[in-house]
């Protein structure tokens, strides 16, 4: 922590503040400038008694951190990248995954086919959501857990591993009996109590970004999962709220090379809620590949006209293998697979 002096302060009251540095646990370092003087607190901010409390001191400006609030999704905590294998397919390595499939579980028909398509096409994880967080009540909100039946055949059917979004603590056994990554939402991105229910079934959880959450928030709520000891955490960006309407969301793609930067966790793309238009989720994924995202997560039905929800995003069978062929030179050229 730095501590930074009032200008006016005398040196009786300057003492009384080291004397509290001190009394804290730190070692204080002052560095006199021609303007201020600054305090330099050695000590470790995690273990020791916070220094913000001197924020309300009279003789001090204000109290600034050095050391990031999240601890084990940091670089720091772990040097490489963190992989995470899910029956062989492993995230966050060299491969790119795919995870693709439906917005919702509609019907056995709309599932398989959606799964064996996907899977011809090069997808490795089938996505598909069962419990649908709808901003309505009135919108369909998911077959439950004829859903995650479903999806659970179309794993027995294809081979793909399964992702799913978990909407309620109440639901954290359920769901993770019947998928292999548990989808934590942007609308609950932090919901605590959620994240630590997720984390403590011990499967993979895919964090997407909140609605209008900052980057250091989202790292902090990831840190909900690795404290509850579950390592196999990734971070989705999925965009974010804007003055923009021309998209259904912003789709930040800076968080690729900051959550590279900051954590040693995965980092998905969802280009499909991050446009909210089919027409544009192809060049968002070139973009995500050559940023350095190590998975996508893509919206695939087969008739997006008749979707139950998210039609606009969706995109055909057809147009999936063609983004597919078209995303193959980009993930050379990012140097993989
Ligand atoms: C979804 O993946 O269908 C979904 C509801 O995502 P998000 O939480 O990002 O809106
Ligand atoms: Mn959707």
Redesign the pocket.
């Known amino acids: 922590m730095i501590v930074v002096l009032k200008p006016e302060i005398s040196k009786k009251d300057e003492q009384a503040v080291l004397k509290e540095i001190k009394k804290l646990g730190y070692k204080p370092h002052v560095m006199r400038g021609v303007e201020r003087t600054v305090i330099g607190c050695i000590g470790d901010e995690r273990t020791h008694q916070t220094l913000e409390v001197l924020g309300s001191w009279s003789q001090v400006e204000k109290v600034m951190p050095i050391q990031k609030r999240f601890k084990l999704v940091s670089r720091e905590a772990h040097k490489g990248n963190s992989t995470i294998n899910v029956n062989g397919t492993v995230i966050g390595g060299k491969k790119i995954q795919i995870m693709a499939g439906p917005?919702?579980v509609e019907d056995e028909m709309q599932l398989m086919t959606t799964a064996h398509a996907v899977k011809k096409a090069g997808a490795t994880i089938l996505?598909g959501?069962a419990f649908?967080?709808r901003t309505s009540p009135y919108e369909f909100q998911g077959l439950g857990l004829k859903g995650l039946k479903l999806l659970a055949k179309a794993r027995k059917e294809t081979g793909l591993g399964v992702i799913t979004?978990l909407l309620s603590e109440q639901h954290a056994e359920l769901v993770a009996e019947y998928s292999d990554i548990l989808?934590i939402?942007?609308?609950n991105a932090q919901n605590f109590q959620l994240l630590i229910a997720a984390a403590k079934t011990g499967k993979p959880v895919l964090l997407?970004r909140g609605l209008s959450m900052k980057i250091e928030e989202w790292l902090l709520a990831g840190e909900y999962v690795l404290s509850n000891n579950n390592p196999n955490l990734m971070f989705?960006e999925?965009g974010i709220r804007t003055f923009e309407t021309y998209t259904r969301n912003t789709l930040d793609l800076s968080t690729v090379p900051i959550i590279k930067k900051e954590s040693h966790c995965p980092i998905v793309i969802?280009p499909?809620?991050g446009a909210g238009r089919s027409d544009l989720v192809t060049a968002m994924c070139k973009g995500a590949v050559a940023m350095g995202a190590d998975a996508l997560?893509i919206?695939v039905h087969p008739n997006p006209a008749e979707a139950w929800?998210?039609g606009a995003q969706q995109v055909t069978l057809e147009g999936f293998a063609n983004l597919m062929e078209e995303l193959k030179p980009f993930i050379a050229a990012a140097g993989r697979e």
């Open positions: 917005c919702s996505r959501g649908k967080p979004e989808q939402g942007a609308r997407k989705c999925r969802d499909s809620q997560l919206e929800s998210d």
